[in-house]
């Protein structure tokens, strides 16, 4: 969730917007990190979880980072039997959300 806050206000822009909400859904804990930031385009979205994967983007070109945070998430979250998803565009901003089975 740490990486998923820190992403949303670092790619925030000037005066970022940051919504985190977490709840259960029938058999499922939900979690939802959405912002209004820069956004991704859709041809990205499948190789963020990778390691070492970064936007190449003039818009992130001074933030910091390897490129390890999304891929640690995802890992740490199939190892609960979860998964994640992302849902982004230029200029709209991006939503994370976490599933992970209640047990």
Request: hydrophobic residues 40%; aromatic residues 12%.
């Amino acid at each position: 969730m740490i990486n998923l806050v820190d992403n949303a206000i670092k790619y925030g822009g000037d005066e970022p917007w940051v919504k985190v909400v977490f709840y259960r859904e029938n058999w499922d804990w939900v979690l939802t990190v959405t912002d209004r930031g820069i956004g991704m385009p859709e041809r990205v979205l499948k190789r963020i979880f990778r390691q070492f994967y970064r936007v190449k983007d003039k818009k992130v070109k001074n933030k910091t980072g390897f490129g390890l945070g999304l891929a640690f998430a995802k890992k740490v979250v199939n190892a609960y039997g979860g998964e994640i998803r992302v849902e982004s565009a230029p200029g709209k901003g991006s939503r994370f959300e976490v599933r992970i089975k209640a047990e």
